[in-house]
């Protein structure tokens, strides 16, 4: 299939699952060992004889956190497993199980496929003219862009859809390493999102990373006539067996592009988007000086 169409938020992170902003495309993936840990914990809660109230107060949690845990929405923490165990029986079951979990929550149903290859690249390039690329993000302006967008979202989804940028962030220390292109539009480090701290934070974190060996950051900058990206953000992959992948993303929706020739394209723009942007060295000196630093 060349084109595959799966509807979502930007930056692959889901809306919330209920009230004006629900919708299949905008559900967030559960992983298959969450639900199965749920799945555990509300037969033996039943077993047991226990409401979700009832089982709540007993280990010092809301039935609503009780709720989402069964249902594989959230990832029980420490203290939740060993109160569980308390009250459940002790079989150690939900102990030997908990280290196997993966957390997905706050992923769009849409992304979770390239978020799939995106774990198993060699190769990654992301093109960004709205939002700083999440893989990017400090935890402060991926707050802040997460409670800008509309519909209003509460703590809880924030905190997922926050921990699941984060937790994509963890491709950077992945070994063998992962090689990396960014090239992000200057307009989006200079719009302020989230305040000054934020901002300097920001800033902060895309020097550090462009420092690293294995990543390369440019930026676009705000005067380009000649520009390759008028058609929106996107984004490339290259899996083990050297094969690519494309991406792009709209306000609801993804599409993930593997036929040849489309792909082909895509690479094309993006190489010309590179040379089209500020070279590493230039686009670190901009970033220095945005910053304030010397």
């Known amino acids: 299939m060349a084109y595959e169409h799966t509807g979502g938020d930007g930056d692959g992170v889901a809306g919330p699952t ?6 299949t495309g905008a559900q967030p ?3 298959d060992s969450l639900r199965t840990f749920g799945a555990v914990v509300q037969a033996l ?11 709540g107060t007993l280990i010092r949690y809301s039935k609503h956190t009780v709720a989402s845990v069964e249902l594989g929405r959230r990832m029980p923490d420490t203290d939740f497993v060993d109160r569980a165990e308390e009250f459940l029986g002790n079989t150690g079951a939900l ?6 979990l993966s957390r997905q929550a706050g992923l769009a149903s849409w992304f979770r496929q390239w978020a799939r290859l995106e774990a198993q690249a060699v190769t990654l390039w992301t093109y960004e003219c709205r939002v700083v690329p999440g893989l990017l993000q400090t935890e402060a302006y991926a707050r802040a862009v997460t409670e800008s967008v509309p519909p209003v979202k509460d703590e809880q989804q924030v905190a997922e859809q926050v921990a699941a940028r984060l937790e994509r962030q963890r491709l950077f220390d992945r070994r063998p390493p992962i090689a990396f292109s960014f090239i992000v ?10 305040g000054p701290a934020v901002t300097r934070g920001m800033l902060d974190r895309l020097l550090e990373r462009s420092s690293q060996f294995n990543v390369e950051l440019q930026i676009m900058p705000r005067h380009q006539p000649d520009h390759a990206g ?9 899996s083990p067996n050297h094969k690519w992948s494309g991406y792009a ?3 609801r929706g993804g599409m993930l592009i593997t036929d040849p020739k489309e792909v082909s394209i895509m690479l094309q723009r993006y ?3 590179r040379s089209q942007a500020l070279t590493p060295e230039d686009s670190r000196r901009l970033l220095r000086q945005l910053r304030g630093a010397p």
């Not at 809660?45 to 089982?55: I, K, N, P, Q, V």
């Not at 539009?185 to 989230?194: D, H, P």
């Open 249 to 251: 993303e709209g306000q």
């Open 185 to 194: 539009e200057q307009a989006l480090v200079e719009r302020g999102t989230g």
């Open 230 to 238: 008028f058609d929106g953000p996107l984004r490339l992959l290259e």
């Open 95 to 100: 102990r030997r199980a908990a280290p196997h």
């Open 29 to 31: 993936e559960v992983s």
């Open 18 to 23: 209920s009230g004006p902003g629900a919708g």
């Open 45 to 55: 809660r039943e077993h047991a004889g226990l409401s979700r109230e009832e089982f």
């Open 271 to 273: 190489a010309r988007l």
